[in-house]
Structure formats: structure tokens, C-alpha cells
């Protein structure tokens, strides 16, 4: 278990430190009300400083590397526990999809404690597009958020996460889990399968949770403590901002931003597991 923590805490710094940015314009982009804010050139063009691409990056790398740690440790272990609680023989766990799918929902209910905070703030801090995301604008918006809305205000959107979460979650390891699998019978190198796997889940389980994201994101952007009710922010959405159209807002900003993450963290995590079971096996037979 504190090797899970360890490794999922060094993949989520990593690919914290490099995919912001995306993450940054993706947020935008769905917060944009104008055609003209509603491309990711048209974000880069509106963008005062580059520097503000990594507005939030505190508050991101403070929850999100013991976030990314909560998240895969539960799944390993909800993955494992699960397995042996429908094991054949009671000792090897099984490995299918409905283990994968419980494993990834109990993950995604745990860490979301963590991860709605992060997309509280962070998203607050992102949409603004001068360069305001030091330590400094953070603290003062956590007082702010405090100060208008309490503790609850922390956690604005959480249920409506869930909703964007669990299904993207159950989607990506139930994918992710059958294309590693069939990856390592192959004669590529672990690692390529591991990159190929995470991008495919990533890129099918982002897009199709992306009309709930848009909503979420609206929530939590919003300075309005009323606007908190996903059926009203939809409908608003719906009437004002060409329809159907406006929950596909971002879809390519947010695949380009989760996919690469996804990429980064999963093969991190996933080399550095293998690492130490080659150890392990080394210390056992004495090398």
C-alpha cells in the first residue's frame, strides 16, 4: 500500500507539472458564453500572459498528488478485495469487468473529497487570464469561498463530480484494464502498451462524459451560491447557448488535456510498479 501512495503521488507531480496548461485552456474554453470564447485559439489569443496558463497550479499540485494517491490506492485495493470476494478458488482474485467497474466507483468516491476542492479553486483560478495564480490569489480565494459560502463552498458540484466521474471512471479502467491485458501478449515493450491503453480509455471514457463536465464546470466557476443546481444551469445552457450544442462545448480541449495525463500518470505508476516487483523478485532469488 505505501508503495501505491508513493508511486501514484510521484506519477500525479509529473504530469501535474506538464499538463496544466491544457487543463487550463479546456476549462476555459467550456466557461466561454461567446462564440468567440468557445475555441482553443480563441482562449490562446484572449490569454494576457502565458504565465496565467498555470493559474491554480498550487492548489492542483497540493490536493491532487494526495488525490491521484487516494485514487489509485482505492482502486488497487477495492480491485483486489473485490476480486477475492468473486475468486473461484478464493485465493486468486478475480480480474473482470464488473471487479474493474466497483473498483474504479468506490476510487472515484473517496478521492472526490480531495479532487472537488481542487476543481473548486482551481477552475476559479483558471478562467481568470492574467497571471493571478500564485500562492498569495490562492489563499485569498480559499478565505473568499470561506468567507461567502463555508466549508460547503468547497465542495460545490460534488455530487454533480460524481456524475462526471464515475461513469468516466468505470468506462476508462474497464477499458484500460482489457486493452492492458491484451497489450502484454504482445511483443511491444510494457511501457508502449501501457501509453496506447491509458490513451484509448482516456480519449473514449473524456468524450463521453464531457456533457456532464460542462455543466460542472459552470457550477463551479459560478460566484453565485444559487447557481448550483445542475437542471437549472443545463436549461439555461440549453435556451441561451445554441442547445444541444453548448454540452459539447470543449470536448477537444478536454480530451487533449485528460489524454495526455492520462498517459503520463497510468504509465508512471505502471512502470514504477513493475520496477518493484522485479526487485522484489530479485531479493527472493538473491541477485
Not at 8 to 33: C, E, M, Y
Not at 42 to 61: A, D, E, Q
Not at 152 to 167: A, D, E, Q, S
Not at 263 to 285: C, N, P, Q, W, Y
Request: hydrophobic share 40%; with cysteine.
Amino acid at each position: 500500500m505505501l508503495d501505491t501512495i508513493l508511486y501514484s503521488s510521484i506519477a500525479a507531480f509529473v504530469t501535474r507539472l506538464i499538463v496544466h496548461p491544457l487543463d487550463t485552456i479546456k476549462t476555459r474554453v467550456q466557461n466561454g458564453t461567446t462564440e468567440q470564447s468557445r475555441s482553443i485559439i480563441s482562449v490562446l489569443r484572449s490569454t494576457k500572459h502565458l504565465g496565467s496558463l498555470y493559474n491554480g497550479i498550487s492548489v492542483t499540485l497540493a490536493l491532487s498528488v494526495p488525490g491521484l494517491a487516494v485514487y489509485l490506492s482505492t482502486y488497487e485495493l477495492a480491485k483486489r478485495n473485490v476480486g477475492l470476494a468473486f475468486s473461484r478458488d478464493g485465493v486468486t482474485p478475480a480480474n473482470n469487468v464488473f471487479v474493474h467497474a466497483l473498483a474504479g466507483t468506490a476510487a472515484e468516491c473517496l478521492s472526490g473529497f480531495l479532487w472537488t476542492p481542487m476543481e473548486v479553486m482551481k477552475s476559479k483560478l483558471q478562467v481568470e487570464t492574467t497571471a493571478t495564480g500564485g500562492t498569495s490569489a490562492t489563499m485569498d480565494l480559499a478565505k473568499r469561498i470561506y468567507r461567502e459560502e463555508g466549508m460547503r463552498g468547497f465542495f460545490r458540484g460534488y455530487f454533480i463530480t460524481l456524475g462526471v466521474f464515475i461513469p468516466q471512471t468505470v468506462i476508462y479502467f474497464v477499458a484500460y484494464e482489457q486493452l492492458k491485458s491484451y497489450s502484454l501478449t504482445q511483443p511491444i515493450p510494457h511501457f508502449v502498451g501501457y501509453l496506447g491503453s491509458a490513451a484509448i480509455a482516456s480519449t473514449l471514457s473524456s468524450s463521453i462524459s464531457n456533457v456532464l463536465d460542462v455543466v460542472k464546470t459552470r457550477i463551479q466557476v459560478a460566484n453565485d451560491p444559487q447557481y448550483n443546481r445542475m437542471w437549472n444551469v443545463a436549461v439555461d445552457m440549453y435556451r441561451n447557448e445554441g442547445g444541444v450544442s453548448a454540452f459539447t462545448r470543449g470536448v477537444t480541449a478536454r480530451v487533449v488535456s485528460i489524454v495526455p495525463s492520462s498517459m503520463l500518470s497510468m504509465t508512471i505508476f505502471e512502470v514504477l510498479k513493475d520496477l518493484a516487483r522485479r526487485r522484489e523478485k530479485g531479493k527472493i532469488h538473491g541477485y
